[in-house]
């Protein structure tokens, strides 16, 4: 569940980076949708190690 979490938070963060900046709209998608797959990447693998170390899966 960390994982998708963490997609959602990235693709808000990204999309905002890119409004401030002031990227049209396919720019704040494509910087929302790269933020999300990094977030979200990164959300995958700390779920993972989080069980791991906690002995829950």
Same mark, same amino acid.
């Given at each position: 569940m960390i994982?998708? @979490?963490?997609? #959602? #938070?990235?693709?808000?963060w990204? =999309? ?8 049209k709209? @396919?720019d704040r998608?494509? =910087?929302?949708?790269g933020?999300? #797959?990094?977030?979200? @990447?990164f959300?995958?693998?700390?779920? #993972?190690a989080?069980?791991?170390? @906690?002995?829950?899966a």
């Amino acid at each position: 569940m960390i994982g998708p @979490l963490f997609a #959602i #938070i990235g693709f808000v963060w990204g =999309y905002l980076v890119a409004r401030r900046r002031g990227g049209k709209t @396919l720019d704040r998608l494509q =910087y929302g949708v790269g933020f999300a #797959i990094a977030f979200g @990447l990164f959300g995958t693998l700390l779920g #993972i190690a989080l069980a791991r170390f @906690l002995g829950t899966a």
